[in-house]
């Protein structure tokens, strides 16, 4: 052990993308945070698959693989479990997880809905332990210039924001019925998966400066309303073919809403899976009295800001990330040498260990959670009433 750094047990539940991201962003935290207070030691892994826990242990170095998730938050050796199952597994592990004492980070939404979250939240405040969920793109270094531009009032005061998040991985209709399309196993559609980091990012960028999200009127539909059923455990990036036997999808392929901040600025937000043409299409624009700020995740190391001078006709200014931004030259030096996806994972996992080593609250937490998924129940709402509904806390003091 590197003297004067915490040893942290890790364990993980579920071994897809989002667990192997995770389990490698433990590993490589080390090498690209010599400074760190903790030391990630990966203990164990779950999952259903016997190929992904023979390749969590052969090829992660994971010291431990088995099926049953009970056994990571029982663990002795785990201090810190990281959940990243189908989203309506969520709660109970992590309501298991905090009752062993373990800080858990756990993947968006939390919980596949703004119900369960509440109580997944309630219980992690009640075992007052600390607790971190992914919203990785805060993590983006020039995401985080733009939170300095606007928390400096360089763009003035907040008017308006728009954020919209398009992908294409529910566009195709022979795209298999895995349970990111069921309400029963995933929640939510799109507002869950994606409008959550929309949302989310405008409560990091703007939350200060303009305040939290008050009121909105929101609509939704889902377009594919038929899918080939899966024969095995199909992802929804496997595909059918034409004639198999479908099956209903019970969550909304698009969500928007019409909202107002608490400084009176506005701002709207969309999120599609189903789009035929964005491919990830994360995407932001800030608008101030005093200029503007706009980023897309498709090119998430370019940032446009437009600073209004005595000559407003400037046009906008193309920012290229680089060291001289927050974390970016842990990975590469110099300028417009771009870090990807997964840098952006082992940030928020370097930065939620960190938390944990330090024994401090991290951010964003499941508190962030409930801040988002009391925008997603007023949306959810609005789009049963047709009407403007208010924003209300769901988790009582």
Known sequence: ???????????????????????????????????????????????????????????????????????????????VVFVAAPNMLHVEMVEAAVTHGKHVFCEKPVGGTPAQTVVAARAARNAGVITGVGYNYRWTPLLQYAKQLIDQGVIGEITNYYGRFFSMYGSDPLGLLSWRFLIDQAGHGASTDILSHTVDLAHYLVGDAAGPITRLVGTGETFIKQRPLPTGAGTHYDRGQPGDPTGAVTNEDYIACLCAFGNGARGTFEASRSMVGPESQNLLEVFGTQGSVRWNFEQMNQLQVYVAGEELHTGFTNVYGGDRFPHHGNFVPG???????????????????????????HSPGFTEALAYVGVQDAIMRSWASGRWEDVVSLLED
């Open 1 to 79: 052990m590197v003297d004067g750094m915490k040893r942290l047990g890790i364990g993980v539940i579920g071994f897809g993308w989002m667990g192997q991201a995770h389990s490698r962003g433990c590993r490589r935290a080390p090498s690209y945070f010599p400074d760190r207070g903790y030391q990630p030691d990966l203990v164990v892994v779950s999952d259903t698959l016997e190929d992904r826990r023979d390749d969590a242990v052969c090829s992660f170095g994971f010291r431990e693989a088995v099926s049953d998730w009970r056994v990571v938050v029982e663990h002795p050796d785990v201090d």
């Open 335 to 361: 300028s417009a040498n771009g870090i990807g996806f997964e840098d952006l994972v082992c940030i928020e996992d370097h930065e939620f260990l960190a938390s944990v080593a330090a024994g401090r609250q």
